[in-house]
């Protein structure tokens, strides 16, 4: 998120995701961001008790991870999610810098990380809202594990993940290697990021982010091969 003001009228200041990707710009200083701890994908932090993952959801087998390819659209049927993606870098801050809030219905996607599909974790993020009226993730919070979130790529293939958890991090319990890091090695690994909690109006900031976790468990091609 930058750090300059914000024009008047384009949107809430969503300081919920620049303070949680600027933890991102500081971790990576120490460590890949598509290197994450092995293990279960069971959730550890988060307010696990509103999301989550319930017990007893079958989730299908991974798929293994594709070859590199940038990110063209996302889409998440469950949610009526259907967005283009653009690739963003880090501000002066150290943090992503979010598509403007000019574009609220883009997504972005952390251009110098992993490529949705290919293996590692991917990340991208969006508004939840503006002054006026909901943004692209604005319903993030209501996906579940089982739901699919499908990104089309550059070479024509559609990438297709199934949401494994979803979990709000609170901004004094926000952990930075869970979110960013992959949860299983050699698995293709998604990640959706918006605010989330309550929001401020006074300093305006969100207390929380919503984190969608998402891997890969299928592969496809657009109609059109583009």
């Known amino acids: 998120m930058s750090s300059g003001t914000r024009p008047a009228g384009t949107g809430r200041l969503v300081t919920g995701v620049a303070w949680a990707l600027l933890l991102l710009g500081l971790w990576l200083w120490g460590r890949e961001v598509t290197e994450g701890p092995g293990g279960s994908s069971a959730p ?3 307010d696990i008790a509103a999301v989550g993952r319930p017990l007893g959801v079958a989730l299908p087998p991974a798929h293994a991870p594709l070859a590199p390819a ?3 659209r996302v889409e998440v049927p469950s949610l009526g ?3 283009p993606i653009v690739a963003r870098g880090l501000d002066g801050t150290g943090a992503i810098d979010p598509p403007p809030f000019s574009m609220p219905h883009t997504v972005g996607w ?3 990380g992993t490529q949705p599909g290919a293996a590692g974790a991917a990340l991208l993020v969006g508004h939840v809202d503006t002054d006026t009226r909901p943004a692209v993730f604005y319903g993030l ?5 089982g739901a699919k979130v499908r990104v089309t790529r550059t070479d024509g293939t559609v990438a297709e993940f199934t949401v494994d958890d979803v979990q709000v991090f609170p901004r004094e319990d926000f952990d930075a290697t869970r979110v960013y890091g992959r949860r299983e090695p050699g698995r293709a690994e998604l990640r959706l990021i ?3 909690g309550t929001f401020d109006r006074t300093d305006g900031t969100y207390s929380a982010n919503v984190v969608v976790s998402a891997y890969l468990t299928g592969a496809g091609t657009t109609a059109t091969g583009t």
């Open 44 to 46: 550890t932090h988060g």
């Open 70 to 72: 940038e990110p063209r």
């Open 81 to 83: 999610i259907a967005a």
């Open 110 to 112: 952390f251009g110098a």
């Open 141 to 145: 919070s209501a996906a579940r594990p």
């Open 194 to 196: 918006t605010c989330g």
